[in-house]
């Protein structure tokens, strides 16, 4: 199983970046796809979802209004773009695949992981 995120990088604050994850068609076939983070000394944390026909989307409160989840079932890739990016997003920012075609924000809940890609916001 391989999941492969890119788009990180090093911006400053109020800056926008778009993430991407490409997954094989047999490992996010019918599943929802997820976002989270690990900041600095911090645990995992949720950051977006989106359910397999893309029709339920679900957001932290943390990043709401600010960021957005999307995926293309044609290309096997689910997207996270981030607008008004603040120094507190900085973390890496890992993709999962759910267990069914609705996951929450759960951890527990997805069971294939990416390998992160590395967002740093400074101010």
């Known amino acids: 199983v391989q999941l492969q995120a890119s788009g990180g990088g090093l911006v400053q604050a109020g800056d926008s970046l778009r993430l991407s994850c490409a997954t094989a068609?047999?490992?996010?076939?019918?599943?929802?796809m997820g976002w989270f983070r690990q900041g600095p000394g911090k645990e995992r944390e949720f950051v977006a979802a989106i359910s397999w026909r893309g029709d339920s989307t679900s957001y932290a409160d943390s990043v709401k209004g600010r960021f957005t989840i999307s995926r293309d079932n044609t290309k096997n890739t689910v997207y996270l773009q981030m607008n008004s990016l603040k120094p507190e997003d900085t973390a890496v920012y890992y993709c999962a695949v759910g267990r069914s075609a609705y996951s929450g924000s759960s951890l527990e809940g997805y069971r294939y992981w990416g390998q992160g890609t590395l967002v740093t916001v400074s101010s």
């Open positions: 068609k047999r490992t996010s076939s019918n599943n929802a």
